[in-house]
T-cell receptor
Framework: SQQGEEDPQALSIQEGENATMNCSYK?????LQWYRQNSGRGLVHLIL?????REKHSGRLRVTLDTSKKSSSLLITASRAADTASYFC????????????FGTGTRLTIIP | EADIYQTPRYLVIGTGKKITLECSQT?????MYWYQQDPGMELHLIHY???????EKGDLSSESTVSRIRTEHFPLTLESARPSHTSQYLC??????????????FGPGTRLTVL
């Protein structure tokens, strides 16, 4: 079964608005990471948040983590057309496993 | 931009052909990964390696094989391609310094179509 599921599956907003994507997971984690994928390309790492952290910022990105609810959110503020992409969360499990399990992704479209 | 390269970027071949997808990284990373991704879907790990002469199968069963003879090189081979192998194949690497999975750096991917 999937470790991570993202919500919504697709999101369209006007340029300048904020975009929020959510990720839920099932097992205990060591860290959670967010990646961006432009159409047909490889993934680019955005941000990593450890299990003992609750919030992290990077430029226009804000990530929160609630381990009690096994969920994370990614907020992109003041969206730009260049933010149009798919966004994936990926979880690193707690014990003896250094692999990442990717979520289903959110397809974000920014309308100019 | 990550220093990880994949060739070819696009490949269209006939059923039964043997193919090798190349992946190379110049970052000196110990850990390398192969993922399979269908359009608009999540990534599935099919192979990984924690160093030279170390390879493991991933979470998704795959008929492909991999080798890791040099740190920088992690090729994936399909002995006899079938239409069910049509997909995008993504290679990634990570430095492996952090406990519990480090940041992964991805190549641009190879889009494989088997006719």
């Amino acid at each position: 079964s999937q470790q991570g599921e993202e919500d919504p599956q697709a999101l369209s907003i006007q340029e300048g608005e904020n975009a929020t994507m959510n990720c839920s997971y099932k097992t205990s984690i060591n860290n959670l990471q967010w990646y961006r994928q432009n159409s047909g390309r490889g993934l680019v790492h955005l941000i990593l948040i450890r299990s003992n952290e609750r919030e992290k910022h990077s430029g226009r990105l804000r990530v929160t983590l609630d381990t009690s609810k096994k969920s994370s959110s990614l907020l992109i503020t003041a969206s730009r057309a260049a933010d149009t992409a798919s966004y994936f969360c990926a979880t690193a499990r707690s014990f003896g496993n250094e692999k990442l399990t990717f979520g289903t992704g959110t397809r974000l479209t920014i309308i100019p | 931009e990550a220093d990880i390269y994949q060739t070819p970027r696009y490949l269209v071949i006939g059923t039964g052909k043997k193919i090798t997808l190349e992946c190379s990284q110049t970052m000196g990373h110990d850990k390398m990964y192969w993922y399979q991704q269908d359009p608009g879907m999540e990534l599935h790990l099919i192979h990984y390696s924690y160093g030279v002469n170390s390879t493991e199968k991933g979470d998704l069963s795959s008929e492909s094989t991999v080798s890791r003879i040099r740190t920088e090189h992690f090729p994936l081979t399909l002995e006899s391609a079938r239409p069910s192998h049509t997909s995008q194949y993504l290679c990634a690497s990570s430095p492996g310094r952090r406990t519990g999975a480090d940041t992964q750096y991805f190549g641009p991917g190879t889009r494989l179509t088997v006719l």
